[in-house]
């Protein structure tokens, strides 16, 4: 099955920094890969996806790259704020309704 | 509108003792999945249902997790018995059917087996 690698693990950034967050995948078949934010206590929610036929996408704050290729992708946040604090967690499928996460990337915004 | 509804929020068992999740998704939502959360992890995929068919149940360890899906709404995952390495969270998540559509996840069930 596919192996979904993510990295840092942990990340601290000051208010107002960037932060780059990045995902390898074993499998090329793969051809979606959503981002999920997860707060303490809660579920996982989606922030962003990309497909494997889009190299960029963009929403306000927050970028998705994807290099097919080296088989990357990575996740961009800009003007962070202390509210972007979470964990968050990258996702590659195949058929579109199977979903292999990363590890998990504990974000901490120091105000 | 409900998002994915999850009970019990929190269960401490024995082990050996026997212990059921429930979810409700979405109304209309007719994919279903229920996910395996360890600390410090990413979800792990145990059983997705479309409507009441179990379509994908690879990763459910069917000798002490049964799931159902009666009449394709709401979903129950029992395990039976516990063991201590099942403490972990029990994510319920829906979509609608089809390719590449977003699941919405519920809050989960924090399990603790001691």
């Known amino acids: 099955g596919e192996n979904v690698e993510q990295h840092p693990s942990t990340l601290s950034v000051q208010e107002g920094d960037s932060a780059v967050i990045k995902c390898t995948y074993s499998?090329?078949?793969?051809?979606?890969f959503p981002w999920y934010k997860q707060e303490l206590g809660k579920g996982p929610q989606l922030i962003i996806d990309i497909r494997s036929n889009v190299g960029e996408k963009k929403d306000q704050r927050i970028a998705v790259t994807l290099n097919k290729t080296a088989k990357h992708f990575s996740l961009h946040i800009t003007e962070t704020q202390p509210e972007d604090s979470a964990v968050y967690f990258c996702a590659a499928s195949i058929t579109g309704n199977q979903f292999y996460f990363g590890t998990g990337t504990s974000l901490t915004v120091i105000p | 509108e409900a998002g994915v509804v999850q009970s019990p929020r929190y269960k401490i068992i024995e082990k050996k003792q026997p212990v059921a999740f429930w979810c409700n998704p979405i109304?209309?939502?007719?994919?279903l999945y229920w996910y395996l959360q360890n600390l410090g992890q990413g979800p792990e995929l145990l059983i997705r249902y479309e409507n009441e068919e179990a379509v994908d149940d690879s990763q459910l360890p069917k000798d002490r997790f049964s799931a159902e899906r009666l009449k394709g709404v709401d979903s129950t995952l029992k395990i039976q018995p516990a063991e201590l390495g099942d403490s972990a969270v029990y994510l319920c998540a829906s979509s609608l059917q089809g390719m590449n559509t977003e699941a919405f996840f519920g809050q989960g069930t924090r399990l603790t087996v001691v």
């Open positions: 109304s209309g939502h007719n994919t």
């Open positions: 499998d090329s078949a793969s051809n979606y």
